[in-house]
Nanobody, 128 residues
Framework: QVQVVESGGGLVQAGGSLRLSCAASGRGIRDYAMGWYRQTPGKAREFVAGVSAVGATTFYADPVKGRFTISRDRTQNMIYLTMKNLKPENAALYYC?????????????????????WGLGTQVTVSS
């Protein structure tokens, strides 16, 4: 059974930085693509960033490009989301996700209805 557990959320001032962590476990987890989503009350979950199983390929949602960085440590089965220059609109519940090896894995990872494993989320609050 694959599990992902987020940590690192909290309160930060606008313009500040925060790093989220996600610990992954389960058989074959190193071969899973992983990523981050976020959700605010009343809205659908929104893709934020994704990383390939090897960690060589990353991709981002347009609103976070240039400010957020996703990274992966395969030796520790961890992924991270470093967020810089945070804005009040970045406040959300951030979820870590994992998806098993597939062809065109990137199409699955960026589709909330198709991603297989989800964490419980970590809250990010940005004060103005």
């Amino acid at each position: 059974q694959v599990q992902v557990v987020e940590s690192g959320g909290g309160l930060v001032q606008a313009g500040g930085s925060l790093r989220l962590s996600c610990a992954a476990s389960g058989r074959g987890i190193r071969d899973y693509a992983m990523g981050w989503y976020r959700q605010t009350p009343g809205k659908a979950r929104e893709f934020v960033a994704g990383v390939s199983a090897v960690g060589a390929t990353t991709f981002y949602a347009d609103p976070v490009k240039g400010r957020f960085t996703i990274s992966r440590d395969r030796t520790q089965n961890m992924i991270y989301l470093t967020m810089k220059n945070l804005k009040p609109e970045n406040a959300a519940l951030y979820y870590c996700v994992a998806d098993p090896p597939r062809r065109e894995w990137w199409t699955y990872l960026r589709d909330a209805s198709r991603v297989q494993y989800w964490g419980l989320g970590t809250q990010v609050t940005v004060s103005s």
